[in-house]
């Protein structure tokens, strides 16, 4: 373990961090809500807001484990402040000289990977870090990394509207500007984390909705409880190991990319196409019949080998519907098996749930 350094600014640096009066302050929704966010863009257990005094690391915001505060000696985050302009990822810390013999990574929460934005004061001072980590090693891909940024420059829109408030108790003579100052920085950070939420619920490469997506839909058209119960289907390419394999994964995304249009094409407008993960994806078909819905899985089976991808591909696909009394994942897990079935039974096919 190397213990951080001091920046050469350290002075100015906690100078600039009092100002904002924010230490030992109680927590806030807004803050946590930004974690929670960035957790789920970069798929980590835990995260925190993070501001490093002279001693100690403070968390504004933490999630995935206890605590109020940490010695800055063995802070991840003080180690992100000395390059207050990128990111800091380490996909494992015992490969790290950093971090590999710190008390956090030998003991409880064993932390194995870690990523930290910067949070910059508005003269550009690293005060802390918003920062994920989990208890395996992981990598940070390159829209996580830039929304884990963006997310840590929210942030610091945070810590500037608690400046103007303070100004506002400050100076009740200029209420009615500094609101109106202050309503424009809160509608700005709303529409950043509608687009931010949003993104959690669409996958990156195929611009599909995503699993999460796809369980709120289900639950939605099974709450709905019309005459006609859901139909879903489970499709999955035929030995497409063979195909990242023989032609790269970039081929391979290329196929998923020519799928993922397809269905949209299919069943836009009339139900919903999710990627599942891998090279699975679900369909999810509100209120229609079994025979309609297995027409047009047949028809989608058939189209699939007309993809312009140059290569001979096929899909198997597992169907079922809605039953009273079940639960969403139970339907999901009889499409799956209809799949196992299909895949069993020679692929290229369309099986139907018992």
Not at 44 to 62: E, P, S, Y
Not at 163 to 185: G, K, N, T
Not at 311 to 322: D, K
Request: with cysteine.
């Amino acid at each position: 373990m190397i213990k951080p350094s001091m920046p050469a600014n350290e002075a100015e640096r906690l100078a600039a961090l009092q100002r904002y009066r924010i230490l030992d302050t109680d927590r806030e929704q807004g803050f946590d809500d930004l974690v929670t966010i960035a957790r789920a863009l970069c798929g980590t257990r835990m995260g925190a807001v993070t501001l490093i005094d002279r001693d100690r690391q403070w968390f504004k915001a933490l999630q995935g484990l206890e605590g109020v505060q940490t010695p800055r000696d063995e802070a991840f985050c003080a180690h992100t402040i000395l390059q207050p302009l990128q990111l800091t990822v380490v996909e494992d810390t015992l490969q790290d000289t950093r971090f590999a013999g710190n008390p956090s990574v030998l003991g409880e929460p064993h932390i194995r990977f870690y990523a930290g934005a910067p949070l910059l004061s508005s003269d550009g001072y690293a005060l802390g870090s918003l920062c994920v980590f989990d208890s395996t090693p992981g990598v940070l891909g390159g829209q996580q990394a830039e929304a884990l940024q963006a997310l840590s420059r929210q942030v610091g829109k945070l810590l500037e509207m608690r400046v103007l408030r303070q100004q506002i108790e400050h100076h009740r003579a200029e209420h009615d500007w500094y609101e109106a100052h202050l309503a424009q920085y809160y509608q700005q950070l709303e529409q950043l984390n509608t687009e931010l939420s949003e993104q959690t619920r669409t996958d990156p490469l195929t611009g599909l909705p995503n699993r999460r997506a796809l369980a709120a839909a289900l639950s939605e058209a099974i709450e709905r409880g019309t005459a006609v119960t859901p139909a879903v289907a489970i499709v999955d390419i035929d030995h497409f190991k063979m195909v990242n394999d023989i032609h790269g994964h970039d081929e391979g995304d290329r196929v998923l990319t020519e799928l993922a249009s397809a269905l949209r094409s299919q069943f836009a407008g009339r139900g919903m196409a999710a990627r599942y993960g891998g090279e699975e994806f679900v369909i999810l078909m509100p209120e229609t019949p079994m025979q309609q819905a297995e027409l047009q899985c047949q028809y989608l089976r058939e189209s699939v080998s007309m993809l312009p991808v140059g290569l001979p591909i096929t899909v198997s696909i597992g169907l079922a519907t809605h039953r009273p009394g079940e639960t969403p994942q139970d339907t999901l897990r009889r499409a799956d098996a209809a799949l196992y079935q299909a895949k069993h039974q020679g692929r290229d096919r369309v099986i139907v749930a018992d």
